[in-house]
């Protein structure tokens, strides 16, 4: 009996100290995984606790160190803890990107210092790649990433813009202007110059790109031949074309083997959003590198047909087709417009191509859009409008893998409730869960009185 015991107590003890090793084996772990594992949710309404997946793309092309110098204050009068404001922006980017680095410098204390890195206001941020700088001021994310976007390109990518025959203006203000565009661009790290072929001998070989944004007056024949030249030696070129005459570049249009069909795109399908039917609205999208994933709808006011003739010399792609139901109108468009079989032709309608060939081992680059409307200050905040002409740009300039940024409206940042439901929960919290607790006490003491 005795030896039983015994044995049944070693049992016990084995039985046991087995138990304590298997459990301090499971909180080793548990800590372990929690310490180097991190596992989030963002369950803000539009995500805006946590990054894009354009930002976390633009972070992917980032293989170096990032070093980012904030130089604020402790306390910032207007701002309160500043610098716990910047440590909660910049560590999304960190999660992401490990090797982001964030200093503090203080500039009240350090006044040499800032001086020295340029820095103007409190809060602002030194962003370093590369041995490339440039300064941040404003904690958001469409910005920041911008920002980054400028760092990772290799070199400084200049844009031409045609000019002297009344063309859109890359840095106008009028509504027919580009201005607002061209802001954009320079945010995303281009930098453009106007370029009058008159005075210019030759088109600027160090040029990413040429804009043609609507002449208004006819280019000479040497200002043709100028741009032709340009063109065989491999040149990238955005041809904005609205629906008035070609001003001469009808040359141009027959090298990149182009039909620019005369009329204007009817879409009825505008008119059922209460648009004007002459605003034709892009849904339908090629596949192509300035489309992959591109699904916001855009506005083409005043569009033209392109048809991009078949040729083994020019690989075209048709990156916009639309007026699925609508058709081009080639009569006059005052009054009621109706489609006429003899004279219009139905959709859908391309009116927009992109072209490539290889010139001297180098892939050259053309789009061509049949409407510079879409990208001028009164039409420029339409759907998707900007996004798809930065598209445009990026890849014309040899930079398909740099997105833009869509910016996200933080809207749950306020709770906004009506009248009704504010009551509601006054009356509930205030008044019934009150007399509700009351009752219970009341109930519960006549219960035990009756014990």
Known sequence: MITLNKKLRLHLLLHNSLFVILLLLLITLLGYLAFNTRAQWDVSQNGRNSLSQASLFVLQKLNDPIEITAYATEQDAQFGDLRQTIRDFIVLYQRAKPDIT???????????????????????????????????????????????????????????????????????????????????????????????LVTEQDMPIYASMLIIASPQTDLLPGEVDKLLAYIDRGGNLLWLIDQESLRGLLPLAEKLQLTLSPGVVVDPQAQQLKAPVTFALGIDYGQHAITHNFDYITVFPFARQIVMNENEEWHGVSLIEVAQEGWVETGDLDGDVSFDQMYDVAGPISIAGALSRTVEDREQRVVVIGSGHFLANNYLGNGGNLDFGINLVNWLAGDEDLITIQPRATRDRNLILSELTLTIIVVGFLIVLPLLFLLSGIFIWWLRRRR
């Not at 410098?105 to 001086?115: D, I, R, S």
């Not at 020295?116 to 962003?127: D, H, L, S, T």
């Open 102 to 196: 964030l200093t503090f410098v203080n500039p009240v204390e350090q006044p040499k210092l800032a001086q020295a890195a340029g820095v103007g206001v409190n809060g602002e941020m030194v962003v370093t790649f590369k041995g490339r700088r440039e300064h941040l001021t404003v904690i958001n994310e469409q910005v920041f990433t911008n920002l980054l976007m400028r760092l990772a390109r290799d070199e400084e990518k200049q844009i031409m813009v045609l000019a002297g025959h009344g063309e859109r203006k890359l840095d106008g203000n009028a509504n027919y202007d580009l201005g607002e565009f061209g802001k954009q661009l320079l945010v995303n790290g281009f930098n453009s110059r106007a370029v009058n």
